[in-house]
């Protein structure tokens, strides 16, 4: 069975993100969307809402199923019996950043690849970060979402 993990916080999950796991549910077997908690970053959903708000984003790709991850991407991978890892590239930062990300996975587990998937054009100046930002100066952000999560922030950040 070919296996990957898509990794990310998905806090919020994008369209891109989303957009990255339709593309790779067609390539593999099984793809795990492993939602991490990332320490360094502000989060607006505790991880158990990510988790069931990215459930049920993908509840319509069969092969693919959302996971909790604790630790590292690339041991939480081996332990699915996954030999890939995907990543969502925008630009060369986020190759930069990536590339040195898989040069240390590889020293961990050298059996792991990581791929790179290229954002779709539609999707490739969208980042959590920025919607998170923009939801603070109460900016619309609900087009750059997934369903589940659009009517989450609208009902948290928006309704009156």
Avoid: Q
Avoid at 26 to 53: H, I, M, Q
Avoid at 66 to 82: Q, W
Avoid at 85 to 101: H, S, V
């Amino acid at each position: 069975m070919k296996a990957a993990v898509f990794p990310g916080s998905f806090d919020p999950m994008t369209n891109g993100h989303l957009d990255i796991v339709k593309r790779a549910s067609v390539l593999f077997d099984k793809v795990y969307v492993a939602v991490g908690v990332n320490s360094s970053k502000t989060a607006l959903f505790l991880p158990e809402e990510r988790l069931e708000l990215v459930r049920e984003s993908v509840k319509d790709m069969e092969n693919v199923e959302v996971c909790l991850i604790k630790g590292l991407v690339v041991t939480h991978a081996k332990e699915l019996g996954a030999k890939w890892i995907i990543k969502g590239l925008r630009d060369e930062e986020d190759f930069r950043y990536e590339a040195d990300l898989e040069r240390n996975n590889k020293f961990i587990e050298s059996e792991v690849e990581t791929i790179y998937f290229s954002a779709s054009r539609e999707n490739i100046s969208t980042r959590s970060s920025s919607i998170k930002e923009f939801i603070k100066y109460g900016v619309d952000v609900t087009g750059f979402l997934p369903k589940p999560f659009a009517t989450v922030i609208k009902e948290r950040f928006f309704s009156s």
